[in-house]
């Protein structure tokens, strides 16, 4: 497949490192003007920038889990890059702990941050593609969205309701050609797997058909997919991207 995203702009949320910062890249390799966003990891989102191939491309700092933050940046993304025509819904924390002990802001952070982010990101870039009767929309989910995990409920909640909400949108919006899918990665290397203890990852991989962990690039090369005209009848769809550790 010869993927060219030339005349293109890509929205990556949470692209300042980690998977985000790999699926910029992978959309600046095939020509497209990538607008990446992030939230505090100032230098690390420059040096994502400066090493991406090409021309045009340009970060913008925002929270997502604002609205009001998200619908003023999201403008400004428009404006500045002169058009949005595949939005990456990428950015996502975890802040695990068991029932007992989460704390409501806790519960609130994970799903502000990984779900509400969705909703109003995508509200904003759908006003666009209405309009140019194009697009596409790819949420970040989880393969522990699918699964669930002890000391996750936050997260799972909130990746588990990214695909309920992206198969909506998706029905919401095909008539006029704007296509939503998920992908759910299951164990990429990244700062947020980095944090799991050598016993942990270890037990995680044993689990894994394919025995290795993913790459950013692994997520990246399923975006380049999902958003091409090769995927064009794809859509309120989810491509699991993890080694076959989980198999819907
Ligand atoms: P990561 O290395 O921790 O990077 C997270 C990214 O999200 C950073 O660029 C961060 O930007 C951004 N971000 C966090 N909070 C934000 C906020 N409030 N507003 C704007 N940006 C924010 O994580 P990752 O492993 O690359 O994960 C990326 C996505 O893949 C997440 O949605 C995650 O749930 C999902 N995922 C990851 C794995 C995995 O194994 N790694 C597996 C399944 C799914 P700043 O640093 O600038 O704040």
């Not at 970060?59 to 890059?81: C, L, N, T, W």
């Not at 007992?100 to 593609?129: G, I």
């Not at 699918?146 to 000391?151: E, F, K, L």
Request: aromatic share 6%; hydrophobic share 40%; charged share 20%.
């Amino acid at each position: 497949m010869n993927f060219d995203f030339s005349n293109k702009v890509v929205v990556v949320t949470g692209a300042s490192r980690g998977i985000g910062a790999g699926i910029a890249k992978g959309f600046a390799d095939h020509g497209a003007k990538v607008a990446i966003t992030f939230n505090s990891s100032n230098d690390a989102a420059q040096s994502t920038l400066n090493s991406l191939k090409g021309s045009g491309h340009k970060s913008f700092k925002f929270d997502v889990s604002k609205p009001d933050q998200v619908e003023s940046a999201m403008g400004r993304i428009h404006e500045e890059m002169g058009g949005l025509e595949v939005l990456i819904n990428n950015a996502g924390i975890t802040k695990d702990q068991l029932i007992l002990r989460m704390k409501p802001e806790d519960w609130d952070q994970v799903l502000e941050t990984n779900l509400r982010s969705v909703f109003a990101c995508t509200k904003s870039a759908v006003k666009v593609m209405l309009k140019a009767r194009q697009g596409s929309v790819i949420n970040i989910t989880s393969v522990i969205g699918q699964t669930g995990n002890g000391g996750q409920s936050n997260y799972a909640a909130s990746k588990a309701g990214i695909i309920g909400f992206t198969k909506s949108i998706a029905q919401e919006v095909a008539s006029r050609q704007i296509r939503l899918n998920c992908i759910a990665p299951g164990f990429i290397q990244s700062d947020m797997t980095d944090s799991l203890t050598e016993p942990q990852k270890k037990a995680i991989l044993e689990k894994v058909p394919l025995g290795s962990m993913g790459e950013a690039q692994d997520v990246a090369n399923a975006c380049l997919f999902l958003a091409s005209p090769f995927a064009r009848y794809i859509t309120g769809q989810t491509l699991n991207v993890n080694g076959g550790l989980y198999m819907s």
